[in-house]
């Protein structure tokens, strides 16, 4: 078992920065690969950045990448997911996810844990 908890959203304008936090609780957190997904107002959920289990290998959605480092901190159950250029249709919530390790990391159905979400507001 997974427990996971996010934090660090907020009210930001166009241009800014925000880092949201992840932390984790189980035994087995270092045994999972991790993503964040994002749900806009009346959209589905989409796959926004993953890190493998040992942080060696990172995907990024194409609508975030070169904007968003996602990053994890075994040694203290973290998982961080560090948001530049913040533009309005970032607006979401956003969600920390752990899984096993494997292939198919943009699908959230691979993912067994979840948080409650942290809402990131980006005004224009």
């Known amino acids: 078992q997974v427990q996971l908890v996010e934090s660090g959203g907020g009210l930001v304008q166009a241009g800014g920065s925000l880092r949201l936090s992840c932390a984790a609780s189980g035994r087995t957190f270092r045994l999972n690969a991790l993503a964040w997904f994002r749900q806009g107002p009346g959209e589905e959920r989409e796959f926004a950045a993953y890190?493998?289990?040992?942080?060696?290998?990172?995907k990024y959605a194409d609508s975030v990448k070169g904007r968003f480092t996602i990053s994890r901190d075994n040694a203290k159950n973290m998982v961080y997911l560090q948001m530049s250029s913040l533009k309005p249709e970032d607006t979401a919530i956003y969600y920390c996810?752990?899984?096993?390790?494997?292939?198919?990391?943009?699908?959230?159905?691979?993912?067994?844990?979840w948080g409650q979400g942290t809402q990131v507001t980006v005004s224009s």
């Open positions: 890190i493998s289990v040992f942080g060696s290998s990172t």
């Open positions: 996810a752990a899984g096993s390790p494997g292939t198919s990391w943009s699908n959230p159905d691979r993912y067994a844990y």
